[in-house]
C-alpha cells in the first residue's frame, strides 16, 4: 500500500490539466499588463491632444488680442498659410457673447473645432472668448458631434 | 469487471488532445495579435512623445515666446515671406533706448536665432534653435507674433504654433 502511494508521489511530469491551467493563469497576467500598456498609451494620447488644444486656443486667443478684440480678425486670413485651418461650424458660443467665427483646425492628425466670441463689459474692456473642442474618445473624427472633450480661454482687452 | 476498467482509467483521448490544443492555439494568437498591436502602438506613442523632433520643437516654441515677450511693440517686422521675423528689446533696466535686436530666421532647414545690437549694427551671437524644419511662418497681428513650425526627421512630422505677446513700450 505505502508503495503504491510512494509511487503516485514520484510520478514525473505534468498533466495536460495543470498545463491549461498554467497556460489560463499566465494570459490573465499578460492580459492585464497589456491592458495597463493599453490605459497608458491612450492617456498619453490624450494629453497630446489637450496640449495642443491648448496651443492652438492660446495662439487664436493672443492673435486676436494683438488686434485688440478686432470684430472683423480672421484667423483663417491670417494663419491659413501655415496651419490647416477652414472656416466651419464650431461649438457654442457662451451666453451673451457675440460670435466673431467658427473654425475647424487640424493640427498632428487630429481635427479641432474652434469658436472665438466676444462681449463688450464696458466701453472700453472687452472679454475675448475661444472654446475648442475635439475628438478625444475616438481620435477618428468626422463632425462635431463626435467632439467630447473641451478647452476654454478668456482673455480680457482694453480698447 | 469491464465497468472497472474504464472508470479507472485515467488521461485524455486523442481527441480530447486536440480540442484542448485548438482552443489554446487560438487563444495564443489571438494574445500574440493583441501584443503585438500593444507594442506597435506604445512604440509610436513614445517615439511621439520623447523623440528629438518632439524636444525640439518643444524648445523652439519656449524660446520664440521668451524672446517676444521681452520685445518693444514698437517696430519689429517680418520678412516678406514670413520666413524670418525681427524684433528689438531693451538689453537691460539701464538701457536709454532700445538697443538690442533678435532675428528669427528659417535657413537651409534650420531654424535660427539671431542677437545683436543697434546702433551701429552688430552681431553678437547666432543660435541654431532647431533643424529638420521643412515649413516655418511667422505672422504678426497687432501686437502679438506667431510661429507657425513644422518639424520632419524622415520618420515623424509634427507641427506646433507658438504665439506670444509684445507688452514692452
Redesign the interface.
Known sequence: MSQKANKNWYRSGIS?VET?NA?VIL?IA??GA?GY??CS?LD??KA?AYIASA??G??LS???????G?EA?DPVA??G???AITASEGPDAPGGYTVLGSYEIV??DITFYATLSWKDLSSNLRTLNTILVWAQRTHEQTDIDDSDKSFELTTYVLN | MARKRITTQYG?TLIE?II?LTA?MI?MLG?GL??AN?QD??NH?YT??FSDTVGESNVA?IKFKAIIRKASQNGFFVDNE?KGIEIYYYNSEDSDAIDRYAHFYESDGDLNLELGKLNPRETLEVQTICSNVT?C?F????????M?LTLDNGSQT?????????HNQ
Open positions: 495536460l491549461m497556460i494570459s499578460v492580459i497589456t500598456r493599453y498609451t498619453a494620447r497630446d496651443r492652438i492660446y495662439l493672443e492673435s486676436w488680442r494683438g488686434m485688440q478686432y480678425y491670417h494663419l498659410a501655415g496651419m493640427l498632428n | 485524455f488532445l484542448a489554446s487563444v494574445l493583441v501584443l500593444s502602438s506604445w506613442l511621439r512623445a516654441g514670413g515649413e511662418l505672422t504678426a497681428a497687432g501686437r502679438s507674433a506667431q507657425l509634427i507641427s506646433t504654433v507658438s504665439c506670444a505677446f509684445l
